[in-house]
């Protein structure tokens, strides 16, 4: 009863609530990212990024003014103002303050705590304060002052401004974003033209050793990549290319071929072959037939491996950093930018954020584009 027409069966919704499941799983991060390139470094070290249309409290760390700018009061000494003007903050609303980093809200605002020194200091809502002594103040610095603060939800586009265009920051994000198109772009076009043409001929001319040629690209699926780095590297400063673009491209198409000629030789070989045949009893050549029938039939594998090649190169660290890196930093790639801003901003996460994202929009926008192309060329072949 249960394959009657029209009833589904329950393993359906099995499937439908996994696959729901896994894209809730890969939109999350997506999302999270995304979210948090647009939020301030207080902000993201605050909440998640799930609370950034709430307000949020902060635990804030601001010294009061110098002594240097006391005045005398009657018998008092007075350092007074804003605690948040002198740290350059817009104004916010102060929840408890502290002046010990072991009880940051001890004080409520309005409320008065004494310095071992003897001075005292009141906080106020609005963060204006006032510290006294009856004896004068001394010292290069101010007193510390912990503030828990609610900090409303804001957006900025300064991260994608520190990222892309300010120098010495951005510039070399910018400069790494165009260094990555240089390399991507050529990366995957050229495997695509030798595959295409491997392809059809391990596809549809007879010669001898077509059946050793194809065992040979299937077991070369299975090399990892590892392995010939560093021979590859040596072939490279033998023959006089080194480190730079023609290496690098050299390298990723090296090692996408034999994934591309397999994925495109299984789609031809289910192209059907009356066509074909039918193209050869009219007097067309090889050539004539690759290129007027073949390659418009076979779009959809051409754009399934493209998706491949392109998001695998765009990713990449390893062979760039193996085949381009130079001492200048000129051809520095986008992954590797990503990395050297880990090195000396472990702490500016949003700039890390913005960076990440920046470096992953390009991808899915081509992945967006062409995903309805690489279902189908995944599946070539596997059925007859």
Known sequence: MDNIAGRK??????????VAALVLLWL???????????????????SGWWNALFPAEQN???????????????????????????????PLTVDAWGISS?????????????????????????????VESREEMSGSRGQRVFLNAMVPPKFTLENYDNVLFTEGSGGGMKKAFFNTLTVVIPATVIPILIAAFAAYALAWMDFPGRALLIAAVVALLVVPL??????????????????GYLGVWLAHTGF?????????????????????????????????????????????ALASFA??????TWNDLLVAMVFLIDSTGQTTVMTRQIVEMLGTRGGNWEVLATAAFVSISVPLLVFFSMQRFLVRGLLAGSVK
């Not at 069966?9 to 609530?17: F, N, Q, R």
């Not at 999350?28 to 605050?46: E, K, Y």
């Not at 001890?106 to 020194?117: K, L, N, S």
């Not at 998706?307 to 695998?312: A, D, E, G, P």
């Open 226 to 243: 590892q392995l010939a780095l560093i021979p590859l590297l040596t072939l490279h400063n033998q023959i006089g290319i080194g480190k």
């Open 102 to 130: 072991r009880d940051l809200g001890a004080y409520q605002p309005g409320e008065t705590a004494e310095f071992r020194d003897g001075s005292a200091i009141t906080v106020a809502e609005n963060g204006d304060y006032r």
């Open 28 to 46: 999350f991060p997506t999302v999270g990212l995304l979210v948090s390139s647009f939020r301030t470094s207080d902000q993201i070290s605050s």
């Open 60 to 90: 804030l760390v601001i010294r009061t003014a110098a002594p240097d700018s006391q005045l005398a009061e009657g018998d008092l000494w007075v350092v007074e103002g804003n605690l948040f003007a002198l740290d350059g903050r817009e």
């Open 9 to 18: 069966p329950a393993l359906t919704w099995v499937v439908h609530i996994s």
């Open 256 to 300: 996408g071929l034999p994934l591309a000629i397999y994925l495109l030789r299984n789609y031809m070989v289910g192209l059907p072959r009356d066509i074909i045949e039918c193209a050869k009893v009219d007097g067309a050549t090889d050539f004539q037939i690759f290129t007027r029938i073949i390659l418009p039939l076979s779009f959809p």
């Open 307 to 312: 998706i491949f090649q392109f998001l695998w």
